[in-house]
């Protein structure tokens, strides 16, 4: 394991419209706490980070969330995904968190997701006239318009966002994947209708056309259940351990249904059950000759009698297709690729992923009353031992003691204050092994034996000690000598 000393800067807002912009991007998030950050060499690109909101969660735990998310998308290796750009831990409030950077999508009228994009109005008809335009968006929310402008562009919904999305998904299916969290605010929309999918902790395993991930069930995982967007097979499947079986392209054939039925209403029923009852009354903002064409689509893809027929993607896109021949519309070559996933063999991903995820650090929290490691820690000053302390904690703070603070190895006896931090550095189990933090701006150099070169340990990161390892701390004034330290990890019988 490593962690980072962090490259990255959060990005202060200097006015209330960004601030209230991102706002409204963090409150869609679920899972995770995001901030819009950059990297300190490189100040005019942005980039989103992204830490797990739990943050009671073991750390372990939290670690094995964030491997199965970069390994996932390191499979999948698609741009439907935003890029990972870093991975890196730090402690925080004296925990340990873990973080993913991320590209950010600066969407089209200045917006990175759906949901805004839906219900901001810029789905009707002349909303691209001139979509940098303040006035513009006023015009679309004026009463007196034109009812022909108050209608969403049903075709261009359905042939740049729902195919596009079909399109992903059988991508994924040929992964023996499947995303069940499809809804707005996981669409990043980008310039043009370009789509980037978030809520990559929803991508989970698909085994012979069924869901098969045992670790969405367990409650360290989080909740996978999103209110309307989650079918009933799939309530029944986390409610009832897994023992309910729930197929992947009828959940796929719901989501749809859901996100066109938002879309056509601008998210106006966003509160209520989605059901026959609200389908039947809604108000689709669309010409009167195609609404029954869309509630017949809409009811379609939610059928329960279709979704348990259901052979293909194609199955799902011939819906749409349909629709389209409905209402008479010209049918356009769509440039999406209709074959991914056909006649190809399944590149399935490490089963501990999904069937085991937490079970490592469950074996460990089982066996932690009894450490069977001992750290044995040697202080030396011109070569002479001048203090040897034994551990078997999982941490043990270096440094010098300060009013009511004490660490575990003062150094303080050895090197002027001024020349040592109350922290100087931090030794760390993890999953049963240790680790040695550099946690000040004093220089700690490493050996790993007698005859190797001196090394720099850099701020922040974690050295793993592998037996055994030799520090020297050696403060920067010719008035400090350096200190050295022994330390080995012993296994205890």
């Known amino acids: 394991m490593t962690a980072n000393k962090p490259l990255w800067e959060r990005i202060i807002f200097t006015s209330d419209d960004e601030k209230q912009k991102f706002s409204k991007l963090r409150s869609y998030a679920r899972t995770f706490k995001l901030v819009k950050v950059r990297k300190k060499d490189i100040l005019s690109a942005e980039f989103l980070r992204f830490r797990l909101k739990n943050s009671s969660m073991d750390f372990r735990k939290q670690t094995r969330i964030i491997e199965r998310i970069v390994k996932v998308n390191n499979q999948l290796s698609t741009t439907h995904l935003p890029e990972i750009v870093d991975v890196f831990s730090k402690e925080k409030n004296g925990k340990m968190k873990i973080y993913i950077v991320k590209e950010f999508v600066d969407g089209a009228f200045s917006t990175a997701n759906l949901h805004e994009y839906i219900t901001s109005g810029y789905l009707r008809v002349g909303a691209n006239k001139d979509k940098n335009s303040d006035d513009n968006y006023e015009l679309l929310l004026n009463k007196s318009l034109d009812s022909k402008q108050r209608f969403i562009q049903v075709n261009k919904f359905i042939d740049r966002v729902l195919m596009e999305i079909i399109d992903f998904q059988e991508h994924l299916l040929s992964n023996g994947l499947v995303h069940i969290g499809i809804l707005p605010e996981h669409i990043g929309v980008g310039i043009d209708l370009i789509l980037k999918f978030f809520g990559e902790r929803y991508i989970v395993r698909e085994t012979n056309g069924y869901i098969d991930d045992r670790a969405i069930l367990d409650d360290a995982y989080g909740s996978i259940i999103i209110p309307r967007y989650t079918p009933k097979e799939l309530l029944d499947y986390v409610s009832l351990n897994g023992s309910i079986r729930a197929k992947a392209l009828s959940i796929i054939s719901y989501q749809l249904a859901v996100l066109l039925f938002d879309a056509v209403t601008e998210c106006t029923y966003a509160n209520q059950d989605f059901d026959e009852k609200t389908l039947e009354n809604a108000v689709l903002l669309a010409p009167s000759k195609v609404r029954n064409a869309l509630r017949e689509t809409i009811r379609t893809l939610v059928s329960e009698e279709f979704r348990n027929g259901l052979k293909s993607m194609d199955d799902i896109r011939n819906v749409l297709v349909k629709y389209h021949e409905m209402v008479g519309n010209k049918l356009m070559p769509q440039p999406h690729i209709r074959e991914v996933g056909k006649n190809m063999e399944k590149k399935y991903i490490s089963k501990d992923l999904f069937e085991n995820l937490f079970d ?77 933090k550099s946690l000040s701006d004093i220089p700690v150099y490493y050996q790993e034996s007698n005859t190797s070169p001196a090394k720099l340990i850099p701020k922040g990161e974690y050295l793993q000690i592998n037996g055994s390892i030799r520090l020297i701390i050696k403060p920067r004034s010719i008035l400090a000598k350096p200190i050295g330290l022994e330390i080995q990890v012993k296994e205890q019988r």
């Open 360 to 436: 490592s650090v469950l074996e460990e929290e089982t066996t932690k009353p009894q450490p069977n490691q001992q750290v044995e820690i040697k202080v030396y000053v011109k070569k002479y031992v001048v203090l040897q302390k034994s551990f078997s904690c999982d941490v043990i703070v270096v440094g010098r003691s300060s009013g009511s603070f004490e660490p575990d190895v003062d150094l303080g006896a050895y090197l002027p204050d001024k020349f040592v931090s109350k922290q100087t550095l931090m030794i760390e189990r993890f999953e049963g092994k240790y680790y040695v």
